[in-house]
């Protein structure tokens, strides 16, 4: 399987699996801010997580009040400096991240077991896909396009 075919597999395994479970879903930019909170070097400001993400001051306080909503973060003042907040980690949210961290695991082993003939196939039609589009020729309105061949 090409690498980038079987990081989107994993991708969508996870994803389907976060989806039909429990938890809450996370959109990608709360997943990011997760992501940046409990993996990266602590303190954590919004100013510092939007510049990180380079998407404005108010996305990221969107994101977090859904976030905090959750209990998956905490905002506190910055005792040395008043006008900072603090985005801190919670037990929860380090729950969450176990549990979802546990869904990707589930997919390597799933995106191990795929048969070499399916992960072939795939490649080819990612190619034919790559191909067709590629080309300065656009099918017009009510023309057949050319159909890549099927192995």
Do not use: C
């Amino acid at each position: 399987m090409s690498a980038q075919l079987q990081s989107l597999e994993l991708w969508r395994h996870a994803l389907v699996a976060s989806v039909r479970g429990d938890a809450p879903d996370l959109s990608a930019r709360q997943m990011a801010l997760m992501l940046l909170v409990y993996l990266g070097e602590a303190p954590h400001t919004v100013r510092g997580l939007a510049q990180s993400l380079k998407i404005s001051k108010p996305a990221v306080s969107r994101a977090l009040d859904r976030l905090g909503e959750l209990g998956y973060i905490r905002r506190q003042r910055d005792d040395l400096d008043r006008r900072n907040v603090l985005v801190q980690k919670t037990a929860a949210g380090g729950v969450f991240l176990t549990e979802f961290s546990a869904l990707i695991d589930q997919a390597k082993i799933h995106v191990a077991a795929i048969p070499a003939q399916v992960i072939d196939f795939a490649a080819d039609a990612v190619a034919a896909v790559e191909e067709a589009t590629s080309s300065s020729y656009a099918p017009v309105w009510g023309e057949q396009a050319a159909q890549p061949a099927v192995r």
